[in-house]
């Protein structure tokens, strides 16, 4: 994450000013550890002290603020914030014959898993998390067990993936999960545009799920399981023009999303327009929560 910082300073550095100040820069995590650290980290490659920010010659780090909401009024970044119609719809979609079917083609394999873990594996849920463990030792240059290969490895990453969509199958389940995200760029966006004081870089650490979710609101995916540190980027030129960009890792390239729902040259009131029906209006109140 250190380095993941480091690039997108190269990559922004016409951009992004010399100095850490606070007015210019907000960072932003879900609550939980591993992404609190990951925004220290980025901030940390983003923003060496330089000049007078050197506070220690030997150690060339400063400090800088992450924000965050506990994770049960987070509907933002960890997305766990009640929202009894989606509940709703989840589980409908969690009894649906989508995933009857899925689970119906992955007896084999959950069989197979169940035997070498020790674990119950009876649902795709369950082999996303074994997944992302084993992910782990691979980036950790751990030996993987005797039963697992790269066959086998790649067959999970599909199931994952799978498990991730079933997060925001429906139109409503995108709108109130990745839609609320989309609103809060587009909010940004248009506070900037009318002069309005907002940092110009909101730097934002989440989730493979969260970014799932956004990806599909925008229409940009059917399914994915992102590798770690993979990062979405909106950006906003001075003529109104927004343009999206996924990394899926800080060795790769940053490539351009097109946007399905918008022109070629696709400007904020376009953007607000093509993709109206993701956007919530009233998030309380579409999820039927009191407040």
């Known amino acids: 994450m250190y380095i993941l910082g480091q690039e997108l300073r190269n990559h922004y550095n016409d951009f992004i000013p010399k100095y850490y100040w606070p007015v210019d820069v907000n960072f932003s995590s879900s609550s939980v550890a591993r992404c609190l650290t990951s925004a220290e980290l980025v901030g940390a490659g983003l923003f060496p002290p330089q000049d007078v920010q050197i506070w220690n010659p030997d150690l060339l780090w400063q400090p800088i603020p992450i924000h965050y909401l506990p994770r049960n009024v987070d509907n933002l970044l960890t997305m766990k914030s009640n929202c009894t119609e989606y509940d709703n719809q989840f589980r409908q979609v969690h009894n649906s014959s989508k995933v009857l079917q899925y689970n119906q083609a992955y007896e084999n394999l959950y069989e197979y898993l169940t035997i070498h873990t020790g674990m119950t594996v009876d649902n795709i849920e369950t082999v996303e998390s074994l997944h992302n463990t084993l992910e782990i030792y691979q980036m950790n240059n751990l030996s993987l067990p005797y039963w697992i290969n790269d066959t086998l490895m790649a067959q999970m990453k599909i199931i994952a993936a799978q498990n991730l969509a079933i997060y925001s199958e429906t139109n409503y389940m995108k709108r109130m999960k990745g839609g609320y995200f989309i609103k809060t760029?587009?909010?940004?966006?248009?506070?900037?545009?009318?002069?309005?004081?907002?940092?110009?870089?909101?730097?934002?650490?989440?989730?493979?799920?969260?970014?799932?979710?956004?990806?599909?609101?925008?229409?940009?995916?059917?399914?994915?399981?992102?590798?770690?540190?993979?990062?979405?980027?909106?950006?906003?030129?001075?003529?109104?023009?927004?343009?999206?960009y996924y990394w899926e890792n800080w060795k790769g390239k940053i490539e351009e999303q097109l946007l399905p729902h918008c022109r070629t040259i696709c400007r904020v009131e376009q953007f607000q327009e093509g993709y109206q029906e993701f956007i919530p209006e009233n998030w309380y109140e579409e999820c039927q929560v009191k407040i």
Do not use: C, W
Not at 197 to 220: E, F, G, Q, W
Not at 237 to 242: C, K, L, P
């Open 185 to 244: 760029v587009l909010d940004l966006m248009k506070s900037s545009l009318n002069s309005k004081k907002v940092p110009s870089i909101n730097m934002y650490a989440a989730h493979d799920l969260t970014l799932v979710h956004v990806m599909r609101a925008l229409d940009l995916i059917d399914t994915l399981k992102p590798e770690l540190g993979a990062t979405l980027i909106f950006e906003l030129y001075d003529d109104e023009q927004i343009k999206v």
